[in-house]
């Protein structure tokens, strides 16, 4: 998935969106449930649904260069390119997330 006017963002950003994916599942973390993220960067594992500190320190150190990436990615692109990136990213990561044969985030707990 490139990004025609900021093909170097996207791929920038796609990256570290599926390490991110990548990292959650390890942990058996849910990103996108509310204060999870606020949690991780405050270095609280009890997030975790299964233990891992190495997979949860990548994740908390990725978090916190994530937010560097995008402040920058704003700065050198703007607000509405990089949200326009943000949200192909996340849709063409919810489509492979419940595509059938993948690996279900959302189901992995219940």
């Given at each position: 998935?490139?990004?025609?006017a900021?093909?170097?963002w996207?791929?920038?950003?796609?990256?570290?969106?599926?390490?991110?994916?990548?990292?959650?599942?390890?942990?058996?973390?849910?990103?996108?449930?509310?204060?999870?993220?606020?949690?991780?960067i405050?270095?609280d594992e009890?997030?975790?649904?299964?233990?891992?500190?190495i997979?949860?320190?990548k994740?908390?150190?990725?978090?916190?260069?994530?937010?560097d990436?995008?402040?920058?990615?704003?700065?050198?692109?703007?607000?509405?390119?990089?949200?326009?990136?943000?949200?192909?990213?996340?849709?063409?990561?919810?489509?492979?997330?419940?595509?059938?044969?993948?690996?279900?985030?959302?189901?992995?707990?219940?």
């Amino acid at each position: 998935m490139t990004n025609k006017a900021n093909p170097q963002w996207t791929r920038h950003l796609d990256a570290i969106a599926d390490e991110l994916l990548h990292l959650a599942v390890a942990c058996d973390v849910r990103l996108r449930e509310p204060d999870v993220i606020e949690r991780i960067i405050r270095d609280d594992e009890s997030v975790c649904g299964r233990k891992n500190e190495i997979g949860f320190q990548k994740l908390r150190k990725l978090l916190m260069a994530t937010y560097d990436s995008l402040g920058k990615a704003v700065d050198r692109i703007g607000p509405e390119e990089t949200k326009a990136i943000i949200d192909a990213i996340t849709e063409h990561l919810e489509k492979r997330r419940d595509s059938p044969g993948n690996f279900d985030i959302k189901t992995q707990r219940d």
